[in-house]
């Protein structure tokens, strides 16, 4: 999966990427799988990261249909990714294991702002 060959150079990888998902994976952009059915796979947050001078928080996620690729969470991942976490702790099982699967959906507001929402299947 990770295309570092040398394991210091993963393990330093890992320590200073944004996330652990990230790590020899290509970004997923979140427009390339609206509609379609995902299963999670494995879920991260990135806490308290410097962006722009301001810090911010988000999520990352990989999806068992998109091998070798990661996608960062917009607002409504994001606040999914603790509860996330936190279930597959309490379970003693790791996300995949969950067998969760989603939908992501574009929604436009009467405002005409656009978001994505997650639906659960």
Known sequence: MSDIKNKYGKMLAE????????????????????G???TIEDADLAQDVT???ELKTFSVYTFKEYPGQFMYGGLKLTQIAPDLLEIAD????SIAD????????SVRTKSNNDFIDVMFL
């Open 51 to 53: 962006i722009g001078g």
């Open 36 to 38: 379609q059915v995902l």
């Open 15 to 34: 320590k200073h990427s944004l996330s652990r998902l990230c790590v020899g994976r290509e970004k997923l952009e979140t427009d390339d799988v609206i």
């Open 98 to 105: 969950l067998d969760i699967q989603i939908m992501l959906k």
């Open 90 to 93: 309490n379970e003693n099982k």
